[in-house]
Antibody
Framework: QITLKESGPTLVKPTQTLTLTCSFS??????????VGWIRQPPGKALEWLAL???????EYSPSLKSRLAITKDSSTNQVVLTMANLDPVDTATYYC????????????WGPGILVTVSS | QSALTQPASVSGSPGQSITISCTGT?????????VSWYQQHPGKAPKLIIY???NRPSGVSSRFSGSKSAYTASLTISGLQTEDEADYYC??????????FGGGTKVTAL
């Protein structure tokens, strides 16, 4: 059974850098084709794809946020870390990590999400 | 990249069929059969219900079906039930090797 869980600060000040960790089990990021993605959802708004890291360490980022994002993985501890720089109140959202199966183009399952509030 | 276009809301009576549209461009839906749909109940994480346009994961009700024509994908819920009341999001892989989601559709069973 695949499970993922997000962790990190729930309150961050504007201009600070956010670091979120996705801890997962039930699959390996050493397996060919596997990936872990991050998606966020501001309160009452739509989902927004942020980033994806593959087993190969290839990375993809949302074009609109690319300059502020970094995604890394630690396959030995089954964790993926997303950092977002220069936070603004509009970055307040629930952040989800999700599993991408081998050679697939969808996300399943997702973690429960973590609500991050950006406020001074 | 712009979000895929979905209607804000769709409603129907229990037992009826409803269809949610998802319109993209030549950079996403128009070139790939990599459309997925997610169901999200309030306060919960999204759940995959359709992948690769029309495939259902194991355990997902057969009342959910997907299709695609040109730049528009569609999700149909047959025999609408009150438990189907939720937000639904489409997503597509893009020619930039990224993903884009739709704006979401709130489904109400009247």
């Amino acid at each position: 059974q695949i499970t993922l869980k997000e962790s990190g600060p729930t309150l961050v000040k504007p201009t600070q850098t956010l670091t979120l960790t996705c801890s997962f089990s039930g699959f390996s990021l050493r397996s060919n084709g596997v990936g872990v993605g991050w998606i966020r959802q501001p309160p009452g708004k739509a989902l927004e794809w942020l980033a994806l890291i593959y087993w190969s360490d290839d990375k993809e980022y949302s074009p609109s946020l690319k300059s502020r994002l970094a995604i890394t993985k630690d396959s030995s501890t089954n964790q993926v870390v997303l950092t977002m720089a220069n936070l603004d109140p509009v970055d307040t959202a629930t952040y989800y990590c999700a599993h991408r199966r081998q050679r697939s183009y969808w996300f399943d399952p997702w973690g429960p999400g973590i609500l991050v509030t950006v406020s001074s | 990249q712009s979000a895929l276009t979905q209607p804000a809301s769709v409603s129907g009576s229990p037992g009826q069929s409803i269809t949610i549209s998802c319109t993209g461009t030549s950079r996403d839906i128009g070139v790939y059969n990599y459309v997925s749909w997610y169901q999200q109940h309030p306060g919960k994480a999204p759940k995959l219900i359709i992948y690769d346009v029309s495939n259902r994961p194991s355990g997902v009700s057969s009342r959910f079906s997907g299709s695609k024509s040109a730049y528009t994908a569609s999700l149909t819920i047959s025999g609408l039930q009150t438990e189907d009341e939720a937000d639904y999001y489409c997503a597509s892989y893009t020619t930039s090797n990224t993903y884009v989601f739709g704006g979401g559709t709130k489904v109400t069973a009247l």
